[in-house]
């Protein structure tokens, strides 16, 4: 087999198709399809380990039934939605990002690590759309690098990038980080504005770079907002969200003079591992992901500072 999806379905048709002998029935093809309105050639392909499955709708449906006819426990949607979704990300680009991962695992934090894989599969399409609302674009930063460094290998390719960042803005007195000490305040705005520049100066500056090598069309708008956020949201290419809450703790930060201070931060420590897609079998994901955009939207559209530039 040619994926870990496929063997794992390969698996499943075979103890269907044995518990069944075992009763004197037959499992096949017509059956399947008659049951399941999923196409023979599909199952076929399916089964053969021809095609990994890439409509989540339809294997789940074909899951469901083997597995009732099989008298095995209902089917792990997760699990099986976590296989459809490496199944569909290049073999090239998993070994690329894995080494990627193994080399840079010392000094990445989780919300890095967990943000890499749904952005490098949003990049597989043909017109990739990125929207969030960050505190800093820390690990989005990070997160993209990634499936650019794909594009300049020629393993990916898309059309067009259309991204929206929306982040605290300029003259907002900063919520995060927060100064332990009252006299550390300036300090820690200082601080703030240059960690916020950085990273949207880097993303900024990472995609630009495609338009240039590339000739793919980019599209970057940047706005802020008159809040610190204390949640991450990324949401791709209208299907997906990911979604994280910053936890609040005490930090030692180095400041613009290159002194310690001391600060209460936001630390996405759990990484945006909270993610939501609307082919998902769940209508809490697809409901969430509407919402965000929703969410999002309202803000881009109202109170949010157009033109505003770090």
Known sequence: MTSPILDKFAELWETTRVRMAA????????????ATGVPKATLSDWRRGHHAPREMDDLIK??????????????????WSQLVEQSRIPKAVQQSRQAY??????????????????LASAFEAQDVEIDAICVTGHALALGIARPVQDIHAG?????????????ANSDVSPQ??????????????QLRLRDRNVYVNTLHSTLASLRETHGIEVHWEFR???????????LLNGSEALFSYCQISPRTLTDVKGDPVEVYDAVASQGLVKRFNVAGPYHAGRDFVEDSY???NSIWETISTEGFTP
């Open 294 to 296: 929703r969410w999002f």
């Open 155 to 167: 393993r990916l390719r898309p059309r067009q990038i259309k991204v929206r960042i929306l982040t």
């Open 23 to 34: 009763s004197g029935d037959r499992l096949t093809l017509d059956r399947v399809q008659a």
């Open 224 to 234: 802020g907002v008159s809040f610190t956020p204390l949640t991450e949201l990324v």
């Open 101 to 118: 991962l193994s080399e840079r695992e010392s000094f990445m934090l989780p919300s890095m690590v967990a943000i890499m894989d749904p």
């Open 62 to 79: 074909v899951v469901r039934v083997l597995s009732g006819w099989a008298d095995l426990p209902a089917p792990d949607f997760r699990e």
């Open 176 to 189: 995060l980080p927060a100064p332990r000490h009252e006299e550390d305040a300036e300090r820690v705005r």
